[in-house]
């Protein structure tokens, strides 16, 4: 007859630094068992107390291994049970202090000292313009600049048509939400504008239906531009 296999049982092994989970021989002694919990916990085994409880959160153990000859089956342990690992003598193995980060000296740096090496992320934004430090496109770039425009200033408008002047009063310079950067909205003397001061539902200013208008501050010169008639009836328009 062939021996019988040894009965073993899976555990978990739990002591202050340590949880692992485990599979031991019924057969083995308690004292078997403390010398191989001490590769695992760092725990001497004459400093262990080993107590065995049904789960992580039992309030009181099912039963204490005292006794160092006797086997773990004399004691019923049973399949994912848990054995804890006290430390009698904490002082002399440093349990606890392997997760005890209060009294490890931490490397700080100042905001200038860390300013100052090129070792850093920060250093490596700077060098490769990423984020805060990337280039701003033009448009963002003339949207920061001051704008010289004056609201209730006397203008004219850069035309694409020869003597064909658009004068008119500024009644907004800002930003807006239909597009980026500074816009200055116009009222023209005549309706040849493309609103009344508002954009999408969004209003920055009152005037006639097609007297406003909003350009780009490069497209509008101020100066004394009095009113000017525009003649409509013209012959060469019908």
Do not use: H
Not at 16 to 25: F, L, N, Q, V
Not at 56 to 83: C, H, I, K
Not at 118 to 142: C, M
Request: charge should be negative.
């Amino acid at each position: 007859m062939r021996p019988s296999q040894p009965i073993t049982v899976n555990v978990f092994v739990s002591s202050p630094d340590t949880r692992s989970e485990r599979k031991y021989d019924l057969s083995l002694t308690v004292g078997q068992l403390k010398n191989k919990l001490e590769l695992i916990t760092g725990i001497p085994p004459q400093n262990q107390s080993i107590a065995v409880y049904a789960s992580d959160d039992a309030p009181e153990p099912v039963v204490t291994l005292s006794d160092d000859n006797r086997p773990l089956g004399f004691y019923g342990v049973r399949d994912w049970q848990v054995l804890k690992v006290t430390d009698l003598n904490p002082a002399a193995s440093f349990t606890g202090q392997l997760t005890d980060t209060s009294q490890v000296d931490k490397f700080e740096l100042s905001e200038t000292e860390y300013a100052q090496r090129q070792d850093t992320v920060l250093a490596y934004k700077q060098r490769n313009k990423i984020g805060r430090f990337a280039e701003k496109p033009a448009e963002e770039s003339a949207a920061a600049e001051p704008v010289e425009i004056t609201v209730g200033a006397r203008c004219e408008v850069e035309s694409a048509e020869e003597d064909f002047r658009k004068r008119g009063t500024v009644r907004y310079v800002g930003p807006t939400e239909f597009a980026k950067g500074v816009w200055v909205g116009i009222e023209y003397d005549e309706p040849i504008g493309k609103n009344d001061g508002s954009v999408k539902g969004k209003r920055y200013f009152e005037c006639k239906p097609n007297c406003g208008v909003f350009v780009k501050p490069d497209r509008v010169k101020v100066g004394d531009f009095p009113v000017e008639e525009i003649n409509f009836d013209d012959d060469e328009e019908i």
